[in-house]
Nanobody, 122 residues
């Protein structure tokens, strides 16, 4: 079992930055890929980014490419999402997820955090 706890969400203005953190506990997190998903009201949960267990490979949704950066510190069992140049359309609940092999499908992930709200005002 892996327990995930997100933090760092909040209310910001368009153009601002935020850094989300996902702290993991339980089984050895360094063996799991980490991902960030988001879900806006009335929309399906969508992939934002993922990072492989070693951090060697990353993936970004087209909508965030060039603005968001995913990283991890396995010594701290934490995955980060640095979000720059935020837009109103980035407003959503952001969820951290983990599984053994990274994928872009939310339904593939067994381990989830509770989510953190990000609201970007224009």
């Amino acid at each position: 079992q892996v327990q995930l706890v997100e933090s760092g969400g909040g209310l910001v203005q368009a153009g601002d930055s935020l850094r989300l953190s996902c702290a993991a506990s339980g089984r050895t997190f360094s063996t799991y890929a980490g991902a960030w998903f988001r879900q806006a009201p009335g929309k399906e949960r969508e992939i934002v980014a993922y990072i492989t267990s070693t951090g060697r490979f990353t993936y970004y949704a087209d909508s965030v490419k060039g603005r968001f950066t995913i990283s991890r510190d396995n010594a701290k069992s934490t995955v980060y999402l640095q979000m720059n140049s935020l837009k109103s359309e980035d407003t959503a609940v952001y969820f951290c997820a983990a599984r053994n092999i990274a994928t872009v499908k939310a339904s593939d992930y067994a381990y989830w955090g509770q989510g953190t709200q990000v609201t970007v005002s224009s």
